[in-house]
């Protein structure tokens, strides 16, 4: 498991090293700016905040996960937005024992989170076709971002889908945020849920 760890200043990398260390971890690479997570192949990202912009969206899509330390009960929901395989988010006092865990669970594929913080996701809204604004409906995704969006519905990582179309996961980036644009979506799981409203997936 390599880990990447997200925090805008020197003092909060730091602490974040430091209680990575202390679970017995070290860090693969750290990232400051979006443009510094580029070239990173790490899989899982270690922040004290939940990333925000379109630039770290597209930064955070080839790791498998993100955990969030210090996090509150509200970045549950904003972590499940980002749509990565893995998730967590941690309390500030979390143990370097339990730290540990989070991140080999995020790694595995899975959502961490205080019992008490978890709750259903809201319910879909589907609007019906004719509701769908009409430069949405022009939109015409094109053959290969339809490929991608199969597979982000199927849930595959960056890497996977590359993998499975034989293109770099630069290109796929570069097809996802094609694909976010057309369907005016900011996140994988809006990105299908708009598809599947326009008829344009079908699971």
Do not use: C
């Not at 990398?13 to 979006?34: K, N």
């Not at 930064?59 to 993100?66: H, K, R, S, T, V």
């Not at 967590?88 to 730290?99: E, K, N, Q």
């Not at 199927?154 to 996802?176: C, D, M, W, Y």
């Amino acid at each position: 498991m390599d880990i990447l760890l997200i925090a805008p200043s020197a003092r909060r990398r730091d602490q974040l090293r430091e209680r990575l260390l202390g679970a017995g971890l070290v860090p693969a690479a750290e990232a400051a700016v979006p443009s510094d997570a580029e070239d990173v192949t790490a899989s899982v990202g270690l922040a004290d905040a939940v990333p925000e912009g379109r630039a770290w969206l597209q930064a955070l899509m080839p790791l498998q996960g993100l955990a969030v330390v210090g996090a509150g009960p509200t970045s549950v929901d904003r972590l499940r937005d980002l749509a990565l395989t893995g998730w967590a988010a941690l309390p500030v006092d979390v143990s370097p024992t339990h730290l540990r865990q989070a991140l080999e669970m995020v790694d595995a594929g899975f959502g961490v989170a205080p019992s008490d913080w978890m709750r259903p996701s809201p319910a879909t809204v589907v609007v019906p076709r004719t509701e769908v604004d009409d430069d949405l409906q022009d939109a015409a995704l094109t053959d290969r971002e339809t490929d991608v969006l199969d597979l982000l519905a199927e849930g595959l990582s960056n890497q996977r889908i590359a993998e499975r179309l034989g293109i770099s996961p630069h290109t796929v980036k570069f097809h996802i945020a094609s694909i976010y644009d057309k369907l005016d979506a900011r996140t994988r799981t809006q990105a299908v849920r708009h598809a599947l409203d326009r008829g344009l997936l079908h699971l």
